[in-house]
C-alpha cells in the first residue's frame, strides 16, 4: 500500500545537538510538507517542497533545514538553533498545487523530547 | 487572509448519541474546506472535504458535514457516536492566496460508554 513513512517514532535530543527526521513517500506525491503540532494549537507549516530541488520556508522555518533531492524523500534537521524543540512533527503529502483542493495524506509522525 | 475556528476545544458525548463538531471560516471567495481526524500518536486522516460541488459532504465513518456560505460555518456532525469516534478533530481551510492549508486549533472528542 502506498504511504508516507516517518521515522524515528520517538526522538531524543541533546543540547546543542542537531537531529535529522526522516520522511519517505511512495504515492509519488509532487509536493511535501513539514508540520509541527503543540498541544493546544493546530498544526504549524514548517518548510514545503513542490518540487525536487525546490523548498519553501513555512510559517515557523526558524532552528530548522531541509533537502528534497529525490521526489520520495523530504528530511527535516531540527537544529541547535532551534530554542524550544519539543513537540510532534508531521510529514504530508499531496498531488498537485498546495492550495487545491488535493487532501494532503500524512504520516503518523515523529515525537521531539529534549534530555 | 483565509482563517477558521472551531467553536469548542472539547466536545463530550455518549456512546450512541449525535455528535456536533463546529467550525466557522472566513474567506475572501469560495473555500476548499476539510475535515481531518487525528487519534492519539497518529497522523491526521481525511474525513471529507468540500470543494463547492455540493453543500452536504458525505465522508468516511458515518461523518457529514454541511457548507453554509450564509452563515460562514462548515459544522461536522454523525448521528450516532461511537467509542472508536474519540480522537482530536481538526477544520482545515486552503489559502489560494499563499498556496497553505490553515488548520483550526481542533476540538478533541470524547465519547463515553
Known amino acids: 500500500d502506498g504511504g508516507i513513512t516517518q521515522s524515528p517514532k520517538y526522538l531524543f535530543r541533546k543540547e546543542g545537538q542537531n537531529v535529522t527526521l526522516s520522511c519517505e513517500q511512495n504515492?509519488?506525491?509532487?509536493?511535501m510538507y513539514w508540520y509541527r503540532q503543540d498541544p493546544g494549537q493546530g498544526l504549524r507549516l514548517i518548510y514545503y517542497?513542490?518540487?525536487?530541488?525546490?523548498?519553501q520556508k513555512g510559517d515557523i522555518a526558524e532552528g530548522y533545514s531541509v533537502s528534497r533531492e529525490k521526489k520520495e524523500s523530504f528530511p527535516l534537521t531540527v537544529t541547535s538553533a532551534q530554542k524550544n524543540p519539543t513537540a510532534f512533527y508531521l510529514c504530508?503529502?499531496?498531488?498537485?498545487?498546495?492550495?487545491?483542493?488535493?487532501?494532503?495524506?500524512f504520516g503518523d509522525g515523529t515525537r521531539l523530547s529534549i534530555l | 487572509a483565509q482563517s477558521v475556528t472551531q467553536l469548542d476545544s472539547h466536545v463530550s458525548v455518549s456512546e450512541g448519541t449525535p455528535v456536533l463538531l463546529r467550525c466557522n471560516y472566513s474567506?475572501?471567495?469560495?473555500?476548499?474546506l476539510f475535515w481531518y481526524v487525528q487519534h492519539p500518536n497518529k497522523g491526521l486522516q481525511l474525513l471529507l472535504k468540500?470543494?463547492?460541488?455540493?453543500?452536504l459532504v458525505k465522508g468516511i465513518n458515518g461523518f457529514e458535514a454541511e457548507f453554509k456560505k450564509s452563515e460562514t460555518s462548515f459544522h461536522l456532525t454523525k448521528p450516532s457516536a461511537h467509542m472508536s469516534d474519540a480522537a482530536e478533530y481538526f477544520c482545515?481551510?486552503?489559502?489560494?492566496?499563499?498556496?497553505?492549508?490553515?488548520f483550526g486549533t481542533g476540538t478533541r472528542l470524547q465519547v463515553f460508554p
Open positions: 468540500y470543494t463547492s460541488a455540493a453543500t
Open positions: 517542497s513542490q518540487i525536487v530541488n525546490d523548498f
Open positions: 474567506s475572501s471567495y469560495s473555500p476548499s
Open positions: 504515492l509519488n506525491h509532487d509536493a
Open positions: 482545515v481551510v486552503s489559502d489560494r492566496d499563499t498556496d497553505k492549508l490553515i
Open positions: 504530508a503529502s499531496t498531488r498537485g498545487s498546495p492550495y487545491s483542493n488535493q487532501p494532503q495524506h
